[in-house]
């Protein structure tokens, strides 16, 4: 009765947070009320979805135990210092209606909001994993977040450095945001390639809500570099969806153990198989693109490329060693307690090879 109870609680919340994305995306283009009015409706709803997120995380973490508990109670505070960083931006967006200034007291609200998220996916019970599939699920993410941090290199992350001045608090501001969202990319693709289906729902709409975010942040910086963003920019929807996504996942987390993957075998998807190779292969089709077009490739680029070709290599070699040791060893759950030529009843056995005839 309680989980049910609680997945009417998400769908309701899954509805809301649909009527609120739409709501704020026809407001924005078809410039209701101006450019104040776009103004106070975008601020006002954007501090309302923190707002949502931060109470939903801190209900979610009085209703779990152990380290469930710690990963919504992090995230909540997480979601508390983005909220205060919002109701700052609004103050000076409309109150005092002049540019916020960079750095400011927001973005202290959004740095500091960092190291809590971070904390928080640490904290997941998906984060500690069994050793066999922790190092699958480590490469992954390594790999996932090496070809995420090529992609950001050549579009945000690389021209910002080149006229950025690191001197200034300013550059090294602007430069901490699209850092910060590659670390939680990276931890929060871990965590989700740890886990089991039970807890991961919740979580993956934490990943929707943080993807969005750190999108959000990338285009942001980018369009504040070339000198395009005011508020009201469509790019704003991001972080919209972005709270309301861990919000609504937040709401559906019922009380119950989220277990991290076992060393028991299991058939792997294709999904599961592919998914880590699709950012792999976007990231190397970018770099063949710009030799293409004859634009220069930085020492960097070559660098995080030759890690991607390493990570995949590496994530291979572990399947391989895996599946062998599976076949001639049995299970993971029955090393040491059999010969490897041992039955459990005691009676002696050869390994039995695929394909072999008597």
Same mark, same amino acid.
């Given at each position: 009765?309680?989980?049910?109870? @609680? ?8 509805? +809301?947070?649909?009527?609120?994305t ?9 410039? $209701? ?5 776009? @103004?106070?409706?975008? =601020? ?8 949502? &997120?931060?109470i ?14 710690h ?6 505070l997480?979601?508390v210092?983005?909220?205060?960083? /919002?109701? !700052?931006? #609004?103050?000076y ?5 002049? *540019?916020?200034p960079?750095?400011?007291w &927001?973005?202290? #609200? ?9 904390? *928080? ?7 500690h +994993?069994? #050793?066999?599939?922790?190092? @699958? ?25 080149r006229?950025?001045d ?5 550059? !090294? ?10 670390? $939680?990319?990276?931890? !929060? $693709?871990?965590?989700?390639r740890?886990?089991?289906?039970? #807890?991961?729902? &919740?979580?993956?709409w ?16 980018y369009?504040?570099?070339v000198?395009k ?7 704003? !929807?991001?972080w ?12 559906? =987390? ?11 075998? *299991? %058939?792997?998807s ?12 976007l ?42 040791? /599976? ?11 059999a ?8 009676a002696?056995?050869?390994? %039995? @090879? ?5």
């Amino acid at each position: 009765m309680r989980r049910h109870a @609680r997945r009417s609680v998400e769908v309701a919340s899954t509805v +809301g947070a649909v009527l609120v994305t739409v709501v704020f995306f026809l407001w924005l283009v078809l410039h $209701i009320g101006g450019q104040h009015g776009v @103004r106070d409706f975008d =601020d006002s709803v954007t501090v309302l979805s923190a707002l949502s &997120a931060a109470i939903a995380c801190l209900l979610a973490a009085f209703r779990q135990r152990g380290a469930a508990r710690h990963f919504w109670l992090l995230l909540g505070l997480a979601c508390v210092a983005w909220t205060l960083a /919002e109701v !700052i931006w #609004g103050v000076y967006d409309v109150v005092l209606s002049k *540019a916020v200034p960079v750095p400011s007291w &927001a973005d202290v #609200g959004y740095l500091g909001a960092y190291p809590l998220a971070a904390a *928080a996916l640490l904290c997941h019970p998906g984060m500690h +994993g069994a #050793g066999r599939h922790k190092a @699958r699920a480590t490469l992954d993410g390594l790999a996932i977040g090496t070809a995420v941090l090529l992609l950001s290199w050549t579009f945000v992350l690389g021209p910002l450095w080149r006229h950025t001045d690191l001197s200034t608090a300013g550059g !090294i501001v602007a430069l901490a945001y699209p850092f910060g969202d590659l670390l $939680i990319m990276f931890l !929060i $693709i871990l965590a989700v390639r740890s886990m089991t289906a039970t #807890g991961r729902r &919740a979580l993956l709409w934490v990943l929707v809500g943080l993807f969005a975010m750190a999108l959000a942040d990338s285009t942001y910086a980018y369009l504040v570099e070339v000198g395009k963003y005011s508020t009201g920019n469509l790019v704003d !929807i991001g972080w919209v969806v972005g709270y309301l996504a861990i919000a609504v996942g937040a709401s559906g =987390d019922i009380r119950q153990v989220a277990r991290a993957q076992s060393d028991e075998p *299991a %058939e792997s998807s294709l999904v599961s198989l592919v998914t880590p190779y699709v950012p792999v292969l976007l990231a190397l089709s970018v770099v063949t693109f710009e030799l293409e077009l004859h634009h220069k490739v930085d020492r960097f680029s070559w660098l995080t490329g030759l890690c991607l070709v390493l990570l995949v290599i590496a994530r291979q070699a572990l399947m391989l060693v895996d599946r062998r040791n /599976e076949q001639f060893f049995g299970p993971p759950g029955s090393w040491g307690s059999a010969s490897p030529l041992e039955s459990p009843s005691g009676a002696s056995r050869q390994p %039995e @090879r695929a394909g072999r005839t008597s």
